[in-house]
């Protein structure tokens, strides 16, 4: 097993993530049918902004039903399937854990998607698809625990269709020094591989790609309360929790990702970028 794996699974993987989330909600009396992506969301959009974010962003683009969308560090799935349901497509998820990967197909079986919406267990800096094999691709608060960012960026042009976007969220660094530990990606700095955003803009135009939307989400999250997007105004009833997917301890490690937004030694940035 390799180094980063090693830390991927100490970092993400949680025992039989999968059947508790699915005992959770059936001794919560709701059933499969019901599993929407907002009773699920807040087990299975682990990235900073949950379901909200993943929906603002994908406002940003043009889904549509004929189109393959790559999801890069899929986790459980969450992103995957919101796509699928609400715009119908195909969607192929990849994550390098692979307790995250069982969770996320046991869950998109369980709700009937798995006609749509797949998943490999696979390394982003690898992945093992054909050129121009998709549509769209996403890589949703990823990157920061990539070190070979440009070749990163390179792999994903590779796979994409001419023209199609990549959409990308991502904490950078900022300008008032290093974050506090631990955060929601990294326990420590020696796996997190932060830069400035501008850096990475830079990055991702010199492998091939246009940016057509760039959004700085840190300047709204700085008006929070704790660095967090803000909540929706009616939370859906659900026995789920993010700590059921993150750990325990992820609400002290959330909380230092907002202070460190707040005093500007994060940034976070959404994208739209285009391959040209």
């Known amino acids: 097993m390799s180094d980063i794996k090693q830390v ?6 949680a025992p039989n993530l999968g059947e508790r989330i699915v005992a959770a909600l059936t001794d919560a009396g709701i059933p499969a049918t019901k599993w929407t992506p907002k009773i699920l969301g807040p087990a299975d959009q682990i990235h900073g902004g949950g379901l909200q974010q993943t929906q603002a962003h994908a ?4 889904i549509t039903p004929d189109m393959h969308l790559l999801d890069i ?3 459980i799935g969450g992103p995957a399937r919101y796509f699928a349901t609400a715009h119908g497509c195909k969607v192929t998820g990849i994550d390098l854990t692979d307790e995250y ?7 998109t079986q369980k709700i009937g998607l798995a006609d749509k919406v797949a998943f490999d267990c ?3 800096t690898a992945l093992p698809y054909d050129s121009a094999s998709f549509d769209m691709a996403w890589a949703l608060n990823v990157t920061m625990n990539i070190e070979d960012r440009a070749g990163f960026y390179a792999g994903v042009h590779r796979v994409l269709k001419p023209g199609a976007k990549f959409c990308i969220s991502e904490a950078g660094l900022g300008p008032g020094g290093d974050p506090y530990y631990p955060l929601t990606w990294a326990r420590e700095p020696a796996y997190s591989f932060l830069m400035p955003p501008d850096n990475m803009r830079t990055l991702l135009e010199n492998s091939g790609f246009r940016v057509v939307e760039w959004v700085d989400e840190a300047a709204r999250r700085k008006a929070t309360a704790d660095g967090r997007p803000a909540a929706e105004a ?6 789920l929790t993010i700590q059921m997917t993150r750990g325990d301890d992820y609400l002290e490690r959330r909380a230092n990702s907002g202070k460190s937004i707040k005093e500007g030694r994060l940034t976070n940035i959404m994208l ?4 040209v």
Do not use: F, S
């Not at 406002?59 to 043009?62: G, N, Q, R, S």
């Open 122 to 124: 696979g390394d982003a």
């Open 272 to 275: 739209v970028a285009e391959k």
């Open 59 to 62: 406002a940003m683009v043009d």
């Open 234 to 239: 009616k939370p859906v009833e659900t026995p």
């Open 101 to 107: 990967i069982d969770a996320a197909n046991l869950l």
């Open 73 to 75: 560090g899929c986790g």
């Open 8 to 13: 991927h699974q100490a970092e993400y993987a």
